[in-house]
Every structure is written in structure tokens, then in C-alpha cells.
């Protein structure tokens, strides 16, 4: 059974900072891409970080770049997000994702989500 289970969310202060885990389970996690997203209330989900299989490259929003950083370890099978400098407009409920071939058909899988207050 495929499981995604992120941690880490909570309440912080402006220019704080928070580190969200995701724990995988149930797949071959070094052969899948893994990401965050975020969604904030009334708002679409947003792509916000993503890391590759092999971990050669990253890619970030606009909005996060130089203050976010995915990473992710392939022992643990756990993909991280570093949020620092935190702004109020971080504030959302964030997911993190999994995508990859898994017996010949594309799979994404995704975790429940773990929110981020941002608020003083």
C-alpha cells in the first residue's frame, strides 16, 4: 500500500522558519520524482518544489526561490522542504507528491498535506 505521510507543518512567526518531511511508502521511492505543493484557502495548488529521482537538479517557484530547498534521501525514502524566511503569503496547506512508471503505467501519489501557518 502506497502511504505519503508528511510532517513538520506548524505555526511560525514571520521570518521563521520550518522543515516539512514526507515519509514514503509502498513504491520504489529512488525511482520517483517527488514534490511539494501548496493550497492555500480558495486558492489553486501550487506547484512549489521539485526534486528528481537521481536528485541532479531542483526546481522552485518564483516566490520560493533562495528561501526554500528540497531534498531528499533515498536510504531514508523521506523527501524534505527547508522553508526559511517565512512570509504570511507562505501560509497553505502543503502536499508533497510522488510521480514516476511504476509496471508500465505513470503513477502520482499524493500525502494528506500538513498546513503552515505563517502569522505573528
Known amino acids: 500500500q502506497v502511504q505519503l505521510v508528511e510532517s513538520g507543518g506548524g505555526l511560525v512567526q514571520p521570518g521563521g522558519s520550518l522543515r516539512l518531511s514526507c515519509a514514503a511508502s509502498g513504491f520504489t521511492f529512488s525511482n520517483f520524482a517527488m514534490s511539494w505543493y501548496r493550497q492555500a484557502p480558495g486558492k489553486e495548488r501550487d506547484l512549489v518544489a521539485s526534486?528528481?529521482?537521481?536528485?541532479?537538479?531542483?526546481n522552485y517557484a518564483d516566490s520560493v526561490k533562495g528561501r526554500f530547498t528540497i531534498s531528499r534521501d533515498n536510504v531514508k525514502n523521506t523527501v524534505y522542504l527547508q522553508m526559511n524566511s517565512l512570509k504570511p503569503e507562505d501560509t497553505a496547506l502543503y502536499y508533497c507528491?510522488?510521480?514516476?512508471?511504476?509496471?508500465?503505467?505513470?503513477?502520482?501519489?499524493w500525502g494528506q498535506g500538513t498546513q503552515v501557518t505563517v502569522s505573528s
Open positions: 507528491k510522488a510521480a514516476g512508471v511504476l509496471a508500465f503505467q505513470r503513477r502520482e501519489y
Open positions: 526534486i528528481p529521482s537521481a536528485a541532479r537538479s531542483t
